[in-house]
């Protein structure tokens, strides 16, 4: 299976290049080969090898048994799946985008989030959703939303945001086997992405723990938090700042919920200013919740004002030119971190 | 003149045209099948043949009004379908429909156009054979397959184009796209992404029409509404909420349903238990009828019956049209799923080449006429993309119109006044 991978040398230790889609495809085919009460279910996910190719293969591997296409129909396939997690297996539900599973949330959070607690840990409901979330390229209103904010509101869920490949490898395998429903946030853009791998990533038994943020680049002036997409354009962000003198330090957060409170606030004690990222909405959103944790834990340490950088407070327009606009670019990032190093800026952005 | 909601006995068509019928053991053999499909759907047009599938009869709610009609209608003219100038007027619409989603696909492949784009090529009799039959009042009410909806209502192709381009000068001065076309002057709702999404939204809309009448007292209100949407839509439980609810209130709906067999790269007949759709409505107390959505003139004769019995108040009905879509879901489908020997029978039965045939050898027009038609549609498109390519692109300032209705829901902002009233508002970045 993984003879497919392109292998490269790196600095000469052995690392092969994986695009998202092989890192999740592959841990999905290791996770149903070692466990066979994990079956995944979801629209275009067996004959047509998935809506975006995540799934490529499962289907002959595993049967119509184990690889459901369903019909179009949200609420109902998500019930079942929950269903079939009260009684013991571990459904993988696909959601085409993460825009559709607003036809399913009640299932989500009333059957699935809220069940242990409800039951008093006798039901418990070991099912991960997942499916592409937030923006693409020009799909308009009603297939841009970001649901990390909204999912990480809700208690008995937890939500991860997978970044590189690595992280799409070991944090899918750890949501498949966490005995609590998981949303498993990714995203479209990301798929065709090449990032480089260690032997340990693309080792079976490779998994990465819940709750945990990585730190992607260490730096000591500022630090500018971001998850999936945005953390590549932070990393963007943080070349053009060294150039200009100012360190960041970047954070992958990987899990939304439960957040990593510890890495930040110990990050921003170091760094002692913060920048937070995200494609959202910016009202009630990620990037507040961050920093509202930072102003309560680590207050004395800020020299500046917290940053949010956050998408735009309107529904996804359509048009080229004003998609970019209502979408976080590299130059935002960059201005939110020099304003937070007390460096004259521009108020507004050039179109 | 043949119509529509007769029983399945046999009914004399002009243009009944003999098709193959699989088996019944076929049709039991693929359903829960993982096996590839490798065959021909089954085709029965209720308005034309005979053949049966060794199935028991269908069950319809008829109407004893349409049962009156057609014995009123056998006896009249000259048992043609359509006169001249409805004929031509339903070609050049479907020509329109198709030589834009053929200009579409160009212009998406050179990169005008981008996203998710829908191509409608091979379903313009559904289409035409609906909205032509409506007023302006009357409202449309469609899927993110609805460019020719809105072209057939009335968009022009210009406003279209430059929507599909995302330019200012657009239906939805482009902040809609493919997907979300609306107007207010044409009564088209949308372009919805979300399957199901717009059938209880058309609900609603012809809830309107018959609470304008009622409660407001317009009495001389029977505006109807049209909801399309396709095969994997009849799964949604939004569907059937809303067949209950338009029967139960005798809302003056139609329910259309585009069956083109396909939802993406599923199958009708693997993901539906019973996969006559027209057989739920009345399940629900509404007739339901199957026609052949490849010919304009048995979708208009149906058309014609379920419009008029919304008209009168009598309630909603639901359309089977079967029909079929040449191209792929989307632009970015690879259509690999589709077996060529279906797309093929189907190509023969295109819509546009049925009209013009029938027309012709019924006298109807001739080759010239139909050839000024085409070249006037080619202008017409080739116009629509010139003004789409001038056009501007939108301009910062857009960015934060129209979210609201009533701008001060954007608040207030530092200065104690209203955002809005603050003419940097729109200027800045929209950031927190």
């Known amino acids: 299976m993984l003879s497919v991978f392109r292998r490269k040398v790196f600095h000469g230790s052995f690392i092969a290049a994986i695009t998202v889609r092989e890192a999740l495809n592959s841990a999905l085919d290791e996770e149903m080969s070692a466990d066979p009460k994990v079956f995944l279910m979801g629209e275009e996910v067996g004959e047509y090898q998935g809506a975006y190719k995540i799934s490529k293969g ?72 997942r499916g592409p979330n937030g923006a693409a390229a020009g799909v308009g209103a009603q297939h841009s939303q970001c649901y990390a904010a909204w999912y990480a509101a809700c208690p008995g869920l937890k939500v991860l945001t997978p970044y590189s490949s690595e992280d799409a490898r070991g944090l899918l395998k750890a949501a498949i086997r966490d005995p609590d429903p998981v949303i498993f946030l990714e995203n479209e853009l990301l798929y065709g992405e090449s990032f480089p791998v260690s032997a340990e990533v693309l080792d079976s038994s490779f998994c990465l723990p819940i709750g945990k943020a990585k730190i992607e680049k260490e730096g000591k002036d500022v630090t500018i938090t971001a998850f999936s997409k945005m953390v590549g354009l932070a990393l963007k962000a943080a070349e053009i700042l060294a150039k200009e003198g100012i360190s960041a330090e970047i954070i992958n957060l990987r899990s939304i919920r439960p957040l990593d409170r510890d890495t930040i606030n110990a990050s921003v ?36 004002p917290v940053e949010r950088i956050a998408g735009a407070d309107v529904p996804m327009p359509y048009a080229a030119n004003l998609e970019r606009s209502a979408v976080p670019q590299v130059e935002d990032i960059v201005r939110a971190a020099k304003r937070a190093c007390y460096r004259a800026v521009p108020m507004a952005a050039t179109a | 003149m043949a119509t529509a909601f007769s029983s399945i006995g046999v009914i004399q068509n002009p243009h009944c045209e003999s098709r193959s019928v699989p088996s019944r053991k076929l049709y039991s053999a693929v359903l829960g099948s993982t096996q590839k499909f490798r065959f021909n759907p089954p085709s029965r047009s209720i308005s034309g043949c005979s053949e049966t599938l060794g199935k028991p009869s269908p069950i319809y709610a008829i109407s004893e009004v349409f049962k009156e009609k057609k014995r009123k209608s056998a006896s009249s003219s000259s048992g043609l379908l359509i006169t001249k100038e409805e004929g031509l007027e339903v070609y050049e619409d479907m020509v329109l429909g198709r030589c834009f989603e053929d200009m579409c696909a160009q212009m998406y492949y050179r990169g005008k156009m981008f996203g998710f784009v829908h191509l409608y090529n091979g379903q313009e009799a559904v289409s035409t054979g609906f909205i032509k039959l409506l007023k302006k009042e009357d409202c449309v009410v469609s899927t993110y397959r609805d460019h020719v909806h809105a072209l057939s209502k009335g968009i022009p192709a210009r406003e279209v184009m430059s ?188 819509p546009i080449a049925t009209l013009k045939k029938y027309m012709i050898d019924n006298n109807l027009a001739n080759e010239v006429e139909f050839k000024a038609i085409d070249k006037k549609i080619d202008e017409i498109v080739e116009d629509s993309v010139e003004f789409a390519d001038g056009s501007p692109q939108p301009s910062r300032s857009q960015l934060l119109e129209n979210v609201f209705a009533d701008p001060k829901g954007f608040g207030i902002g530092p200065d104690g006044r209203y955002r809005c009233e603050d003419p940097k508002f729109t200027e800045g970045t929209a950031h927190v």
């Open chain 1, 58 to 129: 499962l289907l002959e591997k595993y049967g119509p048994e184990r690889v459901l296409d369903t019909p179009i129909t949200e609420a109902g396939f998500t019930g079942i799946g929950v269903g079939a997690a009260y009684y013991g297996l571990r459904p993988v539900v696909e959601f085409m985008t993460f825009n559709f599973s607003m036809q399913a949330i009640d299932h989500i959070i009333n059957s699935a989030a809220k069940s242990n607690y409800m039951s008093a840990g006798q039901i418990s409901v070991p099912i991960v959703f």
């Open chain 1, 269 to 304: 004690r170091k760094t002692n200013r913060l920048v937070t990222v995200e494609e959202g909405f910016p009202q009630h959103g990620v990037g507040a919740e961050i920093c509202t944790s930072v102003i309560e834990e680590s207050f004395g340490y800020l020299d500046a």
């Open chain 2, 163 to 350: 929507e599909l381009f995302g330019k200012t000068t657009g239906c939805c001065r482009g902040q809609g796209g493919s997907m979300h076309m609306f107007s207010k002057e044409h009564n088209l709702i949308g372009g919805f992404a979300f399957i199901g999404e717009g059938i209880p939204v058309a609900t609603g809309a012809a809830f309107t029409s018959k609470y304008r009448r009622e409660a407001l007292n317009e009495t001389d209100c029977d505006h109807v509404t049209l909801a399309f949407f396709g095969d994997g839509t009849c799964n949604n439980g939004q569907f059937y909420e809303c067949l209950n609810m338009a029967a139960l209130w005798k809302l003056p709906i139609v329910f259309v349903v585009e069956n083109n067999l396909w939802a993406i790269g599923m199958s009708h007949l693997r993901s539906t238990s019973d996969p006559e759709i027209w057989k739920k409505g009345p399940a629900f107390g509404m007739p339901g009828v199957h026609v052949d959505g490849m010919d304009v003139l048995k979708v208009r004769e149906v058309a014609k019956e379920a419009i008029g019995r919304a008209r009168r108040g009598e309630g909603p009905t639901l359309v089977e049209c079967e029909t079929y879509r040449f191209r792929g879901h989307s632009l970015a489908d690879p259509d690999e799923l589709r077996d060529p020997a279906e797309k093929a029978r189907y190509a023969a039965r295109d």
